[in-house]
């Protein structure tokens, strides 16, 4: 059974350029989150999608924004990229049914 | 706010002792609570989730959870070098809705 499968896992970007992230859920798994996870930091919320639908959105701007398609893959999609946008980037998968959130191996993004 | 209070530390524990992590949490109408191991430069791993007030033990993890107190914990018996990693604690529901709000987590250092 394959996890929650995140593309690609390493990523250096310029300032001002945008950037498209990719997660597969877990087999069974409708519910796709995404969070911001700076160094020393608990990962952020980003937003949660579900029946391709943005369900919940944190603290974030409009430059981030997402996508869920009919096989419960998802996308992130950050536009004019910071330096202070650099991060881990994890996607979580869960069932609609059940809270228990298993994280992908997360996509390291770094702007210069 | 809502917010997850947990001690940075590290907590360093000798190889067979417990480790026991603490947790608090804001807000009161939380239903959902969570703790996940992340070790550097890893995407966190789901350990263990309680709903109800109480204890639940699985293998050498106990989670502990009293709602009138706001408070979770984790206790690790018989800990491990390997068990050397950063403990996330997460809650998830009612004011925070379907977003999981993550503590910046408690580094933890199991000595040989």
């Known amino acids: 059974d394959a996890g929650v499968t995140q593309s690609p896992t390493h990523l250096i970007k310029t300032r001002g350029q945008q950037v498209t992230l990719r997660c597969s859920p877990k087999s069974g798994h409708d519910t796709v989150s995404w969070y911001q996870q700076a160094l020393g930091q608990g990962p952020q919320f980003i937003f949660q999608y579900y029946e391709e639908e943005e369900r919940q959105r944190g603290n974030f701007p409009d430059r981030f924004s997402g996508h869920q398609f009919p096989n419960y893959s998802s996308e992130l999609n950050v536009n004019a990229l910071l330096l202070g946008d650099s991060a881990l980037y994890l996607c979580?998968?869960?069932?609609?049914?059940?809270?228990?959130?298993?994280f992908g191996q997360g996509t390291r993004l770094t702007v210069v | 706010q809502k917010e997850v209070e947990q001690n940075s530390g590290p907590l360093s524990v000798p190889e067979g002792a417990i480790a026991s992590l603490n947790c608090t949490y804001s807000?009161?109408?939380?239903?959902?609570f969570f703790w996940y191991r992340q070790y550097s430069g890893k995407s966190p791993e789901l350990i263990m989730s309680?709903?109800?007030?109480g204890d639940k033990e699985d293998g050498r993890f106990t989670a502990q959870l009293n709602k009138a107190s706001q408070y979770v914990s984790l206790l690790i018996r018989d800990s491990q070098p390997s068990d050397s990693a950063t403990y996330l604690c997460a809650s998830a529901g009612v004011g925070g809705g379907f977003k999981t709000i993550f503590g910046a987590g408690t580094r933890l250092f199991v000595k040989a």
């Open positions: 309680i709903y109800s007030n």
């Open positions: 979580a998968s869960s069932s609609n049914r059940l809270r228990d959130a298993f």
């Open positions: 807000d009161r109408g939380s239903q959902s």
